[in-house]
Structures are given as structure tokens and as C-alpha cells.
């Protein structure tokens, strides 16, 4: 009874290091494909844009908008 306990365990961790390793390979494909590199893109223009903008209002005077550069940039 112990031995089949055993094996099935080992079974369930081999069988769902396959399922993880083909999940990753389907998650990076996605990644990958033309769609998501467009959307990362027009993501990172809109990020810049934003910057750009608080930064201008920063100079100009505007408390808000230090304060969320400030936030910002201890994120990174």
C-alpha cells in the first residue's frame, strides 16, 4: 500500500513538471507573438508620454505632479 502511495506521488510530480514546462513554453510564445510585442510597445509610449507630461507640469509649479514623479521614480 505504501509502495503505490509512493509511485503515485512521483507520478503526480512528474506529470505536473511536464504540464509547468509546457505552460511556460505556450506563456513565451505568447509573449513572443507580433500582437503582444505591439501592445508592450504602445504601452511603453503611453508610460513615456505620462512622464514626459508630469515632468512638464512639475517645472511649471505643480505640487501633484512632483510628488507622483517622486513616487515614480523611488519604484524603480
Do not use: T
Not at 513538471?17 to 509610449?45: D, T, V
Amino acid at each position: 500500500m505504501a509502495k503505490r502511495k509512493v509511485v503515485k506521488e512521483f507520478l503526480s510530480k512528474i506529470i505536473s513538471a511536464i504540464g509547468n514546462k509546457k505552460g511556460k513554453a505556450a506563456a513565451q510564445k505568447f509573449l513572443q507573438s507580433p500582437e503582444m510585442k505591439k501592445l508592450a510597445q504602445q504601452s511603453a509610449k503611453v508610460a513615456n508620454d505620462i512622464q514626459k507630461k508630469l515632468e512638464k507640469d512639475a517645472e511649471s509649479g505643480d505640487e501633484k505632479a512632483q510628488n507622483l514623479l517622486n513616487i515614480l521614480n523611488s519604484l524603480d
